[in-house]
């Protein structure tokens, strides 16, 4: 079963791109996944599908402020001119045949 | 509006049972999988239950694998968890959520979530 590994927190300057990483477990590494937004006190929201390849289908209504990216097992979300309604805990997530699993999530800090 | 209303949610005892439903309105659920997933307080995220659009495929966390039942009335525009022998470490809040497609995928619609307490 797949491991998703997220660094618990990133920080950004009001403005800035901060870039973040998901890191596919070993034998997963082709795999898609999902970056999803929560907000605090919130629901989470989906951002986009990043596929293996690096194409990513963002969901209704996200700025292209935000994209992802792939290289080998890892899988980025870029944010840029980041906005002070971005601080919000990012997770990635990913699927098998008969399971899902998400990232520990990573809490981003804008400064 | 497309959105997910999940209710059902209350304060229940250890080894007690409770029913969530989830509300589909905007969209026909029928033609996606549909998920549900968990986050305990101050915790992060995790998916509980799965249900592909025909009801034909379903999986479970191994957490809750033999007590959480999984089920789904496309007519009635509806996706439902039923909660047995429940937990301390169930409590959470529940959110109804749909795949991107009828097949197991991405969740790209989450509902507001409903609030689960398990104490005696």
């Known amino acids: 079963q797949h491991v998703l590994t997220q660094s618990p927190s990133a920080s950004a300057s009001l403005g800035a791109s901060v870039t973040l990483t998901c890191t596919l477990s070993s034998g997963h590494t082709s795999y898609a996944i999902g970056w999803h937004q929560q907000q605090p006190g919130k629901a989470p929201r989906y951002l986009m599908k990043?596929?293996?390849?690096?194409?990513?289908i963002r969901g209704d209504g996200i700025p292209d402020r935000f994209s992802g990216s792939t290289s080998g097992a890892e899988r980025y979300l870029s944010i840029s001119s980041v906005q002070s309604e971005d601080e919000a805990d990012y997770y990635c997530q990913t699927w098998g045949t008969d399971y899902k699993v998400f990232g520990g999530g990573t809490k981003l800090t804008v400064l | 509006e497309v959105q997910l209303v999940e209710s059902g949610g209350g304060l229940v005892k250890p080894g007690g049972s409770l029913r969530l439903s989830c509300e589909a309105s905007?969209?026909?659920?029928?033609?996606?999988?549909m998920n549900w997933v968990r986050q305990a307080p101050g915790k992060g995220l995790e998916w509980v239950s799965v249900i592909s659009s025909s009801s034909s495929h379903i999986y479970y966390a191994a957490s809750v694998k033999g007590r959480f039942t999984i089920s789904r009335d496309n007519a009635k525009n509806s996706l439902f968890l039923q909660m047995n022998s429940l937990r301390a470490e169930d409590a959470a809040v529940y959110y109804c959520?749909?795949?991107?497609?009828?097949?197991?995928?991405?969740?790209?619609?989450w509902g507001l979530g409903t609030l689960v307490s398990v104490s005696s």
């Open positions: 905007g969209f026909s659920i029928s033609s996606y999988s």
């Open positions: 990043l596929n293996g390849d690096g194409a990513h």
């Open positions: 959520a749909r795949d991107r497609s009828g097949e197991i995928s991405v969740p790209d619609l």
